[in-house]
């Protein structure tokens, strides 16, 4: 029992020491860590404070076409800056400022550790040190935007944190906060608080109001992106919440005066932009400059920018667009339109028309319609049939283009499209029987659409859809079945990529607006790679294309000589509209060209007419024939034909011809047999496939598909009609 004692005691005795030199070494490593940090610091080449009202010369970032040759638009070529004394700005602006940008402005010294502790931990967590949540005082930000080159290394943050608490010890608060609000870039050439004031809502920064206010301190933070001109407005009405919340939390403003703020109606001033070409083109370009190098970079580093557009290309698709928008406006009410232009091979813009004009403001010209959501009616179908094609299916399935009640949740005879029923019309009120897939898609037919869905499956649809590029459709649940018919919203710009793929047979290349950037010396900072994978089966592709260049096959609904024939070219074209009319969309394409276009109104209001191809095949087509002589005549590849040892309903067959013929060769000569073993075999293509597995066995018992009872009985009615008394 004493030897234990005694070695507990030992034990004890030992630990303490082991604590105490394991809290001598920290310490020792501390100071060591510490002494080499003060060293290395004391190294650094911290620029003096005398230097603070000497403006760094702007390097200015030019955006120019693909030839390198014509400039579409300096970033500072009209830089405006108007200094105000701080007692002429308003006071709702410094403090929405000093609320959503430094809360602790007038505790701290310059530096806020607690701060930079919170944008660490954010960014650790995020895994991005240095280009992530910045932790910069408003001081530092002075410091930045005034003396330090615009670099995200980490000696530049030790730098400005050092020149901050100097600057604390040799200006004011107030004098810091004005050359803050005086210094800030507030989207494009605005810098300033005076110019963003008078630039966006035409008065002076001592005259905004709250409302106001909160949506200038919301800018800084992201001036491009949050542009109250561009497509996030959403994201700057958020912000200018925040920023109000922020001054409620601070007490600079009362509850009563946020509510109130929260819910003013507030009208910005028409954009101001001169000197610019291709300006819906030149603005995305920006966002994605921003998303890559940063908002200050592009105010410092003097890029040279050569981006994917074809100028050539470009002035033909805005001067078509505004003369068939002034026609579309005048005899359709659709007053406004949109049109990409994209190479299939590398996925470069070409052509991009946002609106009818930019500088439009009776319909928000601005406003980028090609990057908008909005319904595609059936042109999305292409994308429906390429997926049921990759699982088997062939451009011969055929299908029964018949009245369907395609919901689960109603009798088959209700033709009902009301909730929960679902059983939609063609777009002409008329019912063609058995149809191949190939004329189902180049009629537009929807019945057999929506069946080649439910064959496909919507998920894989939709997995195809991304793959093709459409970032949208994510949602199966909210689609369901009505999105071949365009029950989901698609991006112009996105939807004719998607329409590139296939005619890249197969292959999807990303949009790629930017070839390279280039410094002031025009040595290449980064060049970017044509991003491609094959997405679809060439097979399928090729099918596909064979399908929408096929003008017998669409002539029942376009006619023989239609706006969209070429007779000397191969061009695949697929329409499509919403019910309402608010949408109405001609996607096309060559081997080596696609291009898309939208016609419609901003408001979403209804536009006039019956036919989408009446509106919008027009300007698609006018830029078609300025544009493809530009381009080399490229044919389409053979597209395969359909195997001759698969089930007669894959190859063209409405009835079973197999199980026909065999009845025949047992019953020689009888032609009422005929006839009735006939209409016997006539039945709905779950009847004879596995719809995951269409080329596979037959179905051992085709009713335990959830469609099969809806889908049989519009079968059976439409032979009652054709056959009459021959059927039971």
């Known amino acids: 029992m004493k030897k234990i004692k005694k070695i507990k005691r030992w034990a004890t005795h030992h630990t303490k020491e082991l604590v105490f030199d394991l809290i001598i070494l920290i310490i020792v490593v501390g100071l060591f860590a510490f002494g080499a940090l003060f060293i290395w610091i004391a190294t650094l080449d911290i620029p003096d404070l005398s230097s603070f009202d000497d403006r760094r010369v702007l390097q200015s970032t030019k955006i120019y076409d693909r030839t390198g040759e014509i400039l579409l638009y300096d970033l500072h070529q009209d830089v405006k800056r108007t200094v105000v004394p701080f007692e002429e700005i308003s006071f709702h602006i410094k403090n929405a400022t000093v609320a959503i940008e430094d809360d602790e402005f007038y505790n701290h010294s310059g530096v806020d550790l607690r701060a930079i502790l919170r944008a660490v931990l954010s960014n650790l ?89 909160a949506y200038l301190a919301a800018l800084p933070q992201a001036p491009t992106y949050l542009s109250p001109y561009g497509n996030h ?96 406006t005048e005899n359709f009410d659709a007053e406004n339109a949109g049109l990409i232009a994209l190479d299939p091979q590398t996925g470069d813009v070409l052509a991009m028309v946002g609106s009818r004009d930019y500088f439009d403001e009776e319909i928000d010209g601005n406003f980028n319609v090609t990057l908008a959501p909005r319904q595609p009616g059936s042109s999305i179908k292409p994308i429906v049939y390429s997926s049921a094609l990759s699982e088997g299916y062939t451009a011969d399935t055929v299908v029964y283009d018949v009245k369907t009640q395609f919901s689960t949740e109603c009798e088959p005879y209700d033709t009902s499209s009301e909730m929960p029923c679902y059983a939609p019309n063609n777009y002409n009120g008329k019912f063609l029987g058995p149809v191949t897939f190939r004329n189902a898609l180049a009629q537009s037919l929807n019945i057999p659409a929506v ?57 999807h290349a990303e949009i790629r607006p930017i070839l390279r950037v280039e410094d002031v010396q025009r040595k290449t900072i980064e060049e970017f790679e044509v ?15 064979d399908i929408l260049s096929d003008n017998e096959a669409r002539t029942p609904l376009w006619g023989a000589n239609s706006l969209v024939h070429f007779s000397d070219r191969d061009v695949a074209v697929k329409s499509g509209s919403t019910n309402n009319l608010r949408d109405a969309w001609i996607m096309g394409y060559t081997p080596n060209l696609a291009v898309g276009t939208w016609v419609g109104n901003n408001d ?11 509106i919008t095949a027009p300007m698609w087509r006018a830029f078609m024939d300025k544009v493809l002589p530009m381009i080399e005549n490229e044919e389409f590849p053979q597209a395969p034909e359909t195997p001759s040892d698969i089930k007669p309903i894959l190859r063209g067959e409405f009835f079973d011809t197999a199980f026909f013929v065999s009845q025949l060769l047992d019953n020689p000569g009888e032609t009422q047999l005929d006839l009735e073993l006939m209409a016997d075999s006539i039945h709905s293509i779950l009847h004879y496939v596995i719809k995951d597995d269409p080329r596979g066995e037959y179905p051992s018992s085709p009713s335990d598909d959830g469609q099969y009872k809806s889908w049989e009985y519009g079968v059976q009615q439409w032979k009652k009609t054709q056959y009459g008394g021959l059927v039971n």
Do not use: C
């Open 233 to 328: 407005i959403d994201a700057l009405e958020q912000r200018k919440n925040l920023v109000l919340k922020r001054m409620q939390l601070n007490d600079f403003i009362t509850q009563e005066e946020y509510d109130e703020a929260k819910d003013e109606i507030v009208e910005f001033e028409p954009q101001a932009v001169t000197g610019i070409r291709a300006p819906h083109f030149v603005m995305y370009v920006k966002e994605k400059l921003v998303e890559k190098y940063g908002e200050e970079a592009l105010l410092q580093k003097g890029f040279r920018v050569i981006t994917s557009l074809n100028w050539d290309m470009q002035k033909e698709a805005e001067a078509i667009v505004v003369e068939k928008a002034a026609y579309n």
């Open 125 to 213: 967590a995020t895994g991005d040190l240095l280009g992530g949540q910045g932790g910069s005082t408003i001081t530092q930000q002075v410091v930045k935007n005034s003396i330090l080159e615009q670099d995200k290394k980490l000696t530049r943050k030790i730098k400005e944190a050092i020149l901050a608490i100097r600057l604390e010890q040799v200006l004011t608060k107030e004098e810091i906060l004005n050359h803050y609000l005086n210094e800030s870039p507030y989207g494009g050439t605005i810098y300033g608080i005076e110019e963003a004031s008078q630039a966006f809502f035409g008065k002076g920064s001592n005259e905004v109001s709250l409302a106001e206010a």
């Open 604 to 614: 979403n209001r209804p536009m006039g007419g019956r036919l989408s191809g009446l």
């Open 531 to 545: 991003e491609d994978e094959r997405v679809l089966d060439r097979d399928v592709a090729l099918t596909i294309s």
């Open 451 to 507: 069946k080649a869905l439910y064959l496909t499956g919507l998920k894989d649809a939709i997995k195809l859809a991304s793959d093709m590029g459409i970032t949208t459709l994510n949602d199966p649940d909210k689609l369901g079945l009505t999105l071949v018919l365009g029950g989901g919203e698609v991006k112009l710009l996105e939807h004719t990529n998607a329409y590139s793929t296939l005619a890249n047979e197969g292959v």
